[in-house]
């Protein structure tokens, strides 16, 4: 299956991984050093849950930290793929509530995480655009580059899904 649209042009992200507010962070498995060069970016014990969009073994997190896969492509989404990932930010926002400390990556730490993450943010009370301003502000102006996925969360993941539905019964 692929899983990433190389056709946006997007740089590398400058970081592994970057908080977007407490306990809430958004990475991905390849980032930029100082000096420009590609970098893998390995999970240890730096976070409780870790939810995966995307997977490459090696890449982590160390045994005994909560992982989640569910690996989504960074194109249109499907019903089951937009409920999957409404109940990742579900599970992510209920994590942070509890005061444990949550990374969200894909490829990059732009648009399939950056999904997640922003229902997760608006699952803690944020609004759509408040929420993706922010990922982007403390991410990479990249983030959430998709136009598909500005829509779904424009219109709702709970409206999409059902519409994404709709579309796979003609």
């Known amino acids: 299956m692929k899983t990433r649209q190389r056709d946006r042009g997007a740089p590398e992200p400058q970081a592994p991984w970057n908080e977007v507010r407490p306990l809430l962070w958004i990475g ?3 980032w930029a050093g100082p000096d420009g ?8 014990a730096e976070f409780d849950l ?3 969009l995307f997977t490459r073994p090696g890449h982590g997190p160390a045994p005994g930290v909560d992982h989640l896969i569910s690996e989504i492509p960074d194109a249109p989404l499907t019903a089951e793929q937009l409920d999957s990932v ?9 994590a ?3 005061g444990r400390t949550v990374l969200v990556r894909c490829r990059s ?9 922003v229902q ?3 699952e803690l009370g944020q609004d759509p655009g408040g929420a993706i301003a922010l990922v982007r502000r403390q991410r990479s102006s990249w983030a959430l580059n998709n ?5 779904y969360l424009s219109t709702g993941l709970d409206v999409a899904c059902l519409l994404a539905g709709l579309d796979a019964g003609t």
């Not at 409404?86 to 209920?94: I, M, N, Q």
């Not at 730490?109 to 993450?117: A, E, Q, T």
């Not at 136009?147 to 829509?151: D, G, I, K, L």
């Open 37 to 44: 060069a590609a970098r893998t970016a390995v999970v240890g």
């Open 120 to 122: 997760a943010l608006i």
């Open 28 to 30: 991905g498995h390849f």
């Open 50 to 52: 870790v939810i995966s």
């Open 109 to 117: 730490g732009y648009n399939r995480s950056g999904l997640v993450v």
């Open 96 to 98: 942070v509530r509890s």
């Open 147 to 151: 136009p598909a996925f500005q829509r």
């Open 86 to 94: 409404r109940r990742l930010a579900v599970t992510a926002a209920g």
